[in-house]
């Protein structure tokens, strides 16, 4: 089986729908995204993987809106073009306004430059931020 | 002037100590760190920076905290070690506490980390996430 | 000629013809890859990088395998289609099974997520990696 | 706490002393390294880490050494200063030699060029590689 | 209205209109690029970052043609569709040559493989290069 | 011998020296900096580097001073100390002033923000731009 293909919940094995059905009860949705889809071509990677993002998605110091308008901050520096259209789509379902979303890149725009303003200007790290 | 020094205030000329009492004033500091410092030997993006900056990180639909973490989501992204330094401590006076800053780099980690699984496996972007 | 079309064999000068002919011998097929043609544009440049590539590339000390596998775990890093296309394809041929496949996405997602997390907690060089 | 020093087994709680004695114990070492160390600021994180690089860079299709280079090599990709040191060092434990080591910076730096020349000459992926 | 739909001149508001308009003044052209279709869905952030485009590509010390390479090389680097394409066809208008943009490909190739050699050799800085 | 050790010109052999002295040659200087020094490990990568970059670096369609600004500015997005501290002491070598770095930079800096908004904005490429 090639790995370029997705694996549907009809073809998949035990382990891979155990991990899809978790998905799916989890997030409240009838079917998983191309992600998992792709991923379970490795069912070790799979579960892995959905276990890590289900622990560390759940709202805990940070609430789940905070936490994908992060995810998707790091997205768009990466340009992960998947990415960018998964976590967007699921931060906006996590409530984020279209408002919110300008400020969320105009942060990520602007830590970009400045990230390479530091570098070039080459900054040396204050000492009140040593402690 | 080397590029590679930082100017002081007492060094500066009208338009450098302009900035510098703006970022003072706005952010209720003593002194400015040396990031502005070292951009001072170019005053036009020292004044543009800045007026940048303090126009995306004041508290709109998003507040000072939550802006605060994305930019330090971007700056440990790139590996911006001053910025990562700095923004470390902006998001921690602006309320960040050891919890969130665990949980923040748990998603960040995380989305760096699916960001190539979906490069590597060529996920295609689910139709639902195109409208 | 805009530089945004691909220079096929039958339109090109001799300089381009001859590294596209060692390319052919060399990798035992019939024709090359879209990166050649469009290189070709600037035949220095085209010499230069096939060169390297076939310097490089050519079993040492690693086996064509592992340096076909370092070469697509760098292009999912970067995020550059095109390579990973490619390279994902030239692992195969050199003998890169599903299994190796899935293993190599796992190691290079979690050097990705732990390269931030140590970037995130600023964490020092052990003394015993200094020597 | 401060989040920016290591914390040491004598101070550590449980969960952590937990994690740090599996670490050594699977790696057959006396101490723990600084990630560790400092990762046990967050044991949900430190076990859950802990537990995804045990399991990715056990030996499977890939042994440990091509593993270890791989992740030397995505780390050298994204300049992550501490994880080129700590991944350099793993990979000389696990056999890599001077000359494997001149290989896989030369596969590195190369992909890292032909890559961003991919990009540059907006390289259209080759209809063969699309199956 | 969706973040993802241009924002045609016809559907603008007032500020939209204000930038739009500038923009076809400074470059002399009858519309804008989608870049700033989009980024009109937040007119504060289309606002700012067109009159720090305007400011920074305005010829100084630099012309015009060098720093559109510059910011063809930055975005090549980052490996940006978008602005492959749009700068790239800005540096040629500007007067880059097929041989030039041969060049800056070259150049930006090689940078960022050495870059990785730098990296991974973990070459510490030259003390004449400190001053 | 460790690969974390610079190799001088009196402790090197042949093929090492006849690249050193070739160098010394081309740059006019009386010693190479650390970034051969420490290449010199892998005496055929140090040969294939340098030709690459001593035929790249010399001047063509674009003059030397233009060619070092655009190795930095990638150095620079890259975030590699080495290479940003070598090769902005080689621009300022080449011609670069004070006035022309404040540019560079500005460039790079607003280079590495727009990208990014292009990213998250999802913008698709202009028709006029594919020709």
Redesign the interface.
């Known amino acids: ?4 293909a997705p694996i549907e919940y009809r073809d998949a094995g035990t382990a891979v729908r155990a991990v899809f059905d978790d998905i799916k009860r989890t997030r409240e949705v009838d079917d998983v ?3 998992w889809k ?2 379970a ?2 069912p ?2 799979l579960k ?2 959905w276990e ?2 289900k ?3 759940a709202p ?3 609430d789940a809106l ?2 994908e ?21 699921a931060a906006r379902k996590a409530g984020m ?30 000492v ?4």
């Open positions: 089986m090639s790995a370029h995204n191309n992600f792709y991923l071509h490795d070790v990677s892995r993987t890590s993002v622990e560390i998605m805990g110091a940070l905070t936490k308008m992060i995810y998707l901050a790091v997205s768009v520096t990466n340009g992960c073009g998947y990415c960018i259209a998964s976590h967007g789509a306004t279209d408002e919110m979303f300008g400020e969320v890149m105009a942060v990520v725009g602007m830590a970009n430059e400045t990230n390479r303003l530091a570098n070039g200007y080459r900054v040396p790290i204050d009140a931020f040593e402690r």
